[in-house]
Every structure is written in C-alpha cells, then in structure tokens.
C-alpha cells in the first residue's frame, strides 16, 4: 500500500469486520489506523492473541454483541 488512507479504505471495503491487524514499529500509526478501521477487534503486531477477561465480537456482518469479559455477562443479567 502507499498511504494509510489506501489500507483503511481497502480493509474497510467489506461487508463482515470480525478482525484486523497491523504490525508497524511506529506507535503513532498504530493509533492512527486502529481508531479508522471497522473491525470487532484490532490486533497491533500480533494476530489471534485473547485475553479471557476481555470482551470480543464482529463489526457490521461479522457478529451482533460481544462475548467474553463482563460485556459478555450482560445478555444474561437482569439488573
């Protein structure tokens, strides 16, 4: 790709947004790219790692809510 703009509107030209990830060694694009793409979840610089406690979940066609974490506790509460 030759710009940033060119990733975001290529990763984002989907129907589904379950995951992305971008692996750069400058923290400011990180930032830059994650707060652009429409995904469920965005690794940076490494792809496929969960931390239990936290919720995950797809973007537009990929998933409906989050499961995992607390968030995830929510659809079975009644509070």
Do not use: C, Q
């Amino acid at each position: 790709f030759r710009t940033d703009d060119e990733v975001i509107e290529k990763a984002n030209n989907t129907p589904f947004g379950l995951s992305a990830g971008v692996w750069t060694d400058k923290g400011s694009k990180i930032f830059n790219l994650t707060t652009k793409l429409r995904a469920g979840v965005i690794w940076a610089n490494t792809y496929n790692k969960f931390d239990p406690t936290s919720p995950f979940g797809g973007y537009k066609e990929s998933g409906y809510g989050r499961e995992g974490g607390l968030h995830g506790l929510g659809a079975y509460l009644k509070m």
